[in-house]
Antibody, heavy 120, light 110 residues
Framework: EVQLVESGGGVVQPGGSLRLSCAATDLIFNTYWIHWVRQVPGMGLVWVARINSDGSIITYADSVKGRFTLSRDNAKNTLHLHMSSLRAEDTAIYYC?????????????WGQGTRVTVSS | QSVLTQPPSAFGAPGQRVVISCSGS????????VTWYQQLPGTAPKVLIY???QWPSGVPDRFSGSKSGTSASLAINGLQSEDEADYYC???????????FGTGTKVTVL
């Protein structure tokens, strides 16, 4: 089964750091783009970042640029989102997802989401 | 805040037609393909329409998408109770160099 599984969410103080992980099946990890999308419960979807299948292209939303970093652990088919200098407005459910933005369609795959709360 | 604007809510009785608009600009909807996502309560989003007007396998054809200039629309024909969900348009924005989602529309079946 093709899937994505997030982990690493939790409660962190403002200014702190947290690392989210996204374990992906072979097909997704080695073939497709993977994105992070966040959503404050009851609010809309916000795109956070993306990485391509070989890690050579990484793009961040302006709101997280310089604070969030995407990396790949190829041995474990796992993507990491390193979040630092966290702010209250980073509080959200973070989804790891694979989908096309170019108009092609190979399926879209979403994890169950992991909750991040930034609070003192 | 999102650069793609949608109405916050839409309503319809079972069997009726509902249309959701998505207003963007020349750097996103105007030049890049639009995807529509459906998010059922308590679940992750799912693609409903891709490349402006194409259906993934398994999506009923009572959902249809269209685009003209910098605006896109999602129509739901023959509204059913299971269509109660949040709907989001999305497109790549060349100016922002990022993917932008619409503000979202909550569809309620009366």
């Amino acid at each position: 089964e093709v899937q994505l599984v997030e982990s690493g969410g939790g409660v962190v103080q403002p200014g702190g750091s947290l690392r989210l992980s996204c374990a992906a099946t072979d097909l997704i990890f080695n073939t497709y783009w993977i994105h992070w999308v966040r959503q404050v419960p009851g609010m809309g979807l916000v795109w956070v970042a993306r990485i391509n299948s070989d890690g050579s292209i990484i793009t961040y939303a302006d709101s997280v640029k310089g604070r969030f970093t995407l990396s790949r652990d190829n041995a474990k088919n796992t993507l990491h989102l390193h979040m630092s200098s966290l702010r209250a407005e980073d509080t959200a459910i973070y989804y790891c997802a694979s989908f096309s933005v170019s108009g092609a369609y190979y399926g879209d795959y979403w994890g169950q989401g992991t909750r991040v709360t930034v609070s003192s | 805040q999102s650069v793609l604007t949608q109405p916050p809510s839409a309503f319809g009785a079972p069997g009726q037609r509902v249309v959701i608009s998505c207003s963007g600009s020349g750097s996103n909807v105007g030049i890049n393909p639009v995807t529509w996502y459906q998010q059922l309560p308590g679940t992750a989003p799912k693609v409903l329409i891709y490349r402006d007007d194409q259906w993934p396998s398994g999506v009923p054809d009572r959902f249809s998408g269209s685009k003209s200039g910098t605006s896109a629309s999602l129509a739901i024909n023959g509204l059913q109770s299971e269509d109660e969900a949040d709907y989001y348009c999305a497109a790549w924005d060349d100016s922002l160099n990022g993917y932008v989602f619409g503000t979202g529309t909550k569809v309620t079946v009366l």
